[in-house]
Every structure is written in structure tokens, then in C-alpha cells.
């Protein structure tokens, strides 16, 4: 999942930049490039539609995970085991808090920093460098997003780096520092909002043992993007002025959320219930396996 919204975000914010120019003053000219835009958008929604039906798997291809292997409860009980379980609820506010960030930010980033005289080719380019970097993030994490012990301490790094790499942006831009700066700190916020999500996903199932993994990452995606949208309208008020003031004050509100978020992150003790599960259950086979 994470790996598809990275890839469908970067084609959001380099398709339109080449297809319409904002610059052009022809009424005409600009309904021409956007019905282009639209029939180019429904030709890619089109054929990944075409290769979901011709794709899609009944079954996965190989058998699931010892810990999976187990009878499920049904969904109401699962949310009501969910909400009581202490460690999961703080996590799940942790992620939703951090992933709203990454959304409402996306989601402003032309008008948060068109004051500072960036105009919509230079955001576009930012925005793509934002999910290439995160795209990078993810899949170089996936793999060592297996060992609990780690998970804790690669997502605190990350929550701690993405508010850094906040901090040195919003210097780069109200500063005027080199362009270079301003892409560095976007690539460091880029990999961490991009590795991030692998971890969150792989703590969830770890904490919210034995609740289906998919409803424990869907009310993460849930939470998330409610979240998102009420950081995007939060954002939106203070961008409404245009100016270098609002943007400051936006930059502002997206650290608080941030902040908030590492605090969370740090404070869960997060249980290995799903380790032990299956270690225990890996114990009892080889037990029995041995006195047969």
C-alpha cells in the first residue's frame, strides 16, 4: 500500500506540470491542455483497472505466517478488543498524526511555498522529489521491517528526523539558503515519511495480536486520513494570506502535529505479542514433532 501511494502521489505532481502551464493567459489554450490532462489520467486509471481483473489473486502464492494460521474473531469483537487495548490506541494516534502530515503537507506544499518565490514548476519538482525519496524510503526498509526489538527505535529515528528535516526547511525557505538545502531537507522528510509507514504497519500487527492484521491497518488508514483532512483545512486557513507570515505559521502547525506524534511513539512500550505467539506456537510443534 505504501509503496502504491508513494508512485501514485510522484505521477500526481509531475503529470499535470507537463501537461498544463499554469502561465498560459489563453482561456482556450488551458481547457485544451486540461482535457488532455483528464483523458491522459483516465487512460492510467483505465489500464491499472484492466490489470487489477486480470491480476488479482484469490489466495496469496504462498501460505500464511504461523501466527496467521490461527481462527479469527469477527469484526465488531475485533474493534472492540482494538479500542482496549492501551498500547495499539497509542500507536494508531501516533501513525494517524504523523501519515496526516505527510498528507496535509502534500497536499499545500505549491501554495505553502509560492511567497517564498517558488513558482509551480519548482513545487512540482519538489513534490516529486518528496515521493521519489519516500518511494526509496519504503522499499529500502521493507525488508528489515521484521525484528520488533528494532521497530520501535527505526521509527522513533525517523518521526525525530522528519521533524528535523522540517525545522531546516522551513530555514532553507525563509532564510533564502541555497536551493540545495531546501532539496536536501525534502529528500531526509521524503525517506523517513516513506520508511515510517513499513514500520507503523508491521508494529500494529505486533501490538493488536491476534486482531486481523487488515483491520488493524485500516483504522490506521482511517484515523489517517481523517486527521489529513483536518490538517489540511488547518493549513489552508493560514495559507489563505499568501504570504511568508502565513506560510511560517503553517510550517508551525505541521511540527505540533509531529511533535505530538514522536511523543506518542516514544512513550508506547510496544509488547511483541505476535513474536511470542508464534514462538510459542513454534515450540509446542517442534515439542510434539519430537515425542512422535
Known amino acids: ?4 501511494d508513494r508512485v501514485g502521489l510522484m505521477l500526481g505532481y509531475a503529470i499535470p506540470g507537463l501537461i498544463v502551464d499554469t502561465s498560459e493567459l489563453n482561456t482556450r489554450e488551458t481547457e485544451r491542455q486540461v482535457m488532455k490532462l483528464n483523458m491522459i489520467l483516465f487512460s492510467i486509471c483505465l489500464f491499472s483497472f484492466i490489470l487489477v481483473v486480470l491480476l488479482f489473486r484469490s489466495k496469496p502464492p504462498t501460505p500464511p505466517s504461523i501466527s496467521a494460521q490461527r481462527e479469527t474473531m469477527n469484526v465488531s469483537d475485533s474493534f472492540k478488543e482494538s479500542i ?24 499545500v506544499l505549491s501554495q ?8 509551480d514548476t519548482e513545487a512540482g519538482f519538489i513534490g516529486v ?11 529500502v526498509v ?42 536536501g531537507a525534502v529528500v531526509i522528510i521524503g525517506l523517513c515519511f516513506g520508511g515510517i509507514w513499513p514500520m507503523s504497519a508491521e508494529l500494529a500487527a505486533e501490538v493488536n495480536y491476534p486482531i486481523r492484521e487488515d483491520i488493524s491497518f485500516g483504522a490506521m488508514g482511517a484515523l489517517s486520513n481523517l486527521l489529513g483532512i483536518i490538517q489540511f483545512s488547518l493549513l489552508s486557513i493560514f495559507l489563505e494570506s499568501n504570504d511568508c507570515d502565513g506560510s511560517s505559521r503553517a510550517l508551525y502547525v505541521i511540527l505540533v502535529f509531529l511533535t505530538i506524534s514522536f511523543i506518542l511513539f516514544i512513550v508506547n ?24
Open 112 to 119: 505553502l511555498i509560492r511567497p517564498f518565490g517558488y513558482g
Open 84 to 107: 482496549k487495548n492501551k498500547e495499539y490506541l497509542l500507536h494508531l494516534c501516533a501513525f494517524a498524526l504523523n501519515d496526516a502530515t505527510y498528507a496535509g503537507f502534500s497536499g
Open 269 to 292: 512500550k510496544y509488547p511483541a505479542r505476535r513474536l511470542k505467539a508464534e514462538t510459542t506456537i513454534s515450540t509446542s510443534k517442534n515439542t510434539h514433532h519430537v515425542a512422535a
Open 142 to 183: 521493507i525488508p528489515l521491517a521484521k525484528s520488533p526489538k528494532h521497530l520501535k527505535f527505526g521509527v522513533v529515528l525517523m518521526g525525530l528526523s522528519i521533524a528535523g528535516g522540517f525545522v531546516v526547511l522551513q530555514k532553507a525557505i525563509t532564510l533564502e539558503w541555497d536551493d540545495f538545502m531546501v532539496q
Open 129 to 139: 522529489l518528496l515521493n521519489l525519496a519516500g518511494l526509496l524510503g519504503t522499499i
Open 1 to 4: 500500500m505504501c509503496i502504491r
